[in-house]
């Protein structure tokens, strides 16, 4: 089994989970990088080219969390302005013996059959955000230290999605490889809500149908974090994200919709 190996700048969750700038105070520029593991479970429906039979990713095996390293880049800019780029790449075979008879692509199966699959998932995202509200913060016990705050951002992107699958067993293999392009958009809140400890809730969704090659996607995420320092933090969360992807038609005609999804936790370094 393959796990994820992710690019020199990666992510699992859009503008800072890790400290946040713009709660402290303006800042004039800021880099933030982050870096930390997803326990991400693959699942939804499948079709490959060479047939029109669709299968259950779990009926594939796969149906349990695999770990995932992940990293991310982001700058602020100014008190109001951010930028990330972010990008995750999950990797997983499997073999299964199957319960029921059914086929996928040109795949038939039969209960008791084995059948291998491969998945392999790259997404890239170029991410802005806009703080269109931002408090200036609460010190409520009287020691200088500001112990509540919060401020709300608007998120557009563009996502890239490069889909692989692969699936063997009884009589031909099948398999489909292709790339999707999709702008999104999206927001975000967070909240200080005592001395160093940050709440955010995030999610952004886009697509962009082409003719045969249609793309939807989004992503949904919670994370709590702590900062140890004033340029260290750590944070812990659930991620999902979900996906609707589709080319050509008919027996040629390749689909995968569902979610990737699980815990994520890490730390950030702030400069």
């Given at each position: 089994m393959r796990h994820v190996w992710v690019m020199a700048v990666v992510a699992l969750a859009s503008p800072a989970l890790g400290g946040e700038g713009p709660l402290d105070g303006p800042v004039k520029l800021r880099l933030r990088t982050e870096?930390?593991?997803w326990f991400v479970g693959v699942g939804g429906e499948l079709q490959l080219p060479g047939g029109t039979g669709r299968v259950e990713m779990d009926e594939l095996g796969f149906d349990s969390p695999n770990l995932a390293p992940a990293a991310r880049v982001a700058v602020d800019i100014g008190?109001?302005?951010?930028?990330?780029?972010?990008?995750?790449?999950?990797?997983?075979?499997?073999?299964?013996?199957?319960?029921?008879?059914?086929?996928?692509?040109?795949?038939?199966?039969?209960?008791?059959?084995?059948?291998?699959?491969?998945?392999d998932l790259t997404q890239i995202e170029l991410e802005g955000a806009y703080t269109v509200?931002?408090?200036?913060?609460?010190?409520?016990?009287?020691?200088?230290?500001?112990?509540?705050?919060?401020?709300?951002?608007?998120i557009a992107g563009v996502r890239l999605m490069d889909i692989d699958w692969s699936v063997d067993g009884p009589g031909p293999a099948s398999a489909a490889d292709d790339t999707?392009?999709?702008?999104?958009?999206?927001?975000?809140?967070?909240?200080?809500?005592?001395?160093?400890?940050?709440?955010?809730?995030?999610?952004?969704?886009?697509?962009?149908?082409?003719?045969?090659?249609?793309?939807?996607?989004?992503?949904?995420?919670?994370?709590?974090?702590w900062d140890a320092t004033p340029n260290i933090g750590l944070y812990v969360g659930y991620r999902s994200a979900f996906f609707d992807l589709s080319s050509g038609e008919g027996d040629r005609e390749f689909a995968a919709n569902g979610a990737n999804q699980g815990l994520m936790i890490g730390a950030s370094l702030r400069f």
């Amino acid at each position: 089994m393959r796990h994820v190996w992710v690019m020199a700048v990666v992510a699992l969750a859009s503008p800072a989970l890790g400290g946040e700038g713009p709660l402290d105070g303006p800042v004039k520029l800021r880099l933030r990088t982050e870096a930390g593991l997803w326990f991400v479970g693959v699942g939804g429906e499948l079709q490959l080219p060479g047939g029109t039979g669709r299968v259950e990713m779990d009926e594939l095996g796969f149906d349990s969390p695999n770990l995932a390293p992940a990293a991310r880049v982001a700058v602020d800019i100014g008190d109001r302005w951010q930028a990330s780029l972010r990008a995750a790449a999950v990797s997983q075979d499997e073999t299964a013996t199957m319960e029921r008879a059914g086929t996928v692509g040109a795949v038939s199966f039969l209960p008791g059959d084995t059948v291998s699959s491969s998945f392999d998932l790259t997404q890239i995202e170029l991410e802005g955000a806009y703080t269109v509200h931002r408090s200036p913060g609460r010190d409520r016990d009287g020691d200088g230290r500001v112990d509540f705050a919060s401020k709300v951002d608007f998120i557009a992107g563009v996502r890239l999605m490069d889909i692989d699958w692969s699936v063997d067993g009884p009589g031909p293999a099948s398999a489909a490889d292709d790339t999707y392009l999709m702008p999104y958009i999206g927001g975000a809140l967070t909240l200080r809500v005592f001395e160093r400890f940050n709440i955010r809730v995030g999610a952004d969704a886009g697509g962009l149908p082409l003719g045969d090659n249609t793309a939807f996607s989004g992503d949904v995420n919670v994370a709590a974090s702590w900062d140890a320092t004033p340029n260290i933090g750590l944070y812990v969360g659930y991620r999902s994200a979900f996906f609707d992807l589709s080319s050509g038609e008919g027996d040629r005609e390749f689909a995968a919709n569902g979610a990737n999804q699980g815990l994520m936790i890490g730390a950030s370094l702030r400069f």
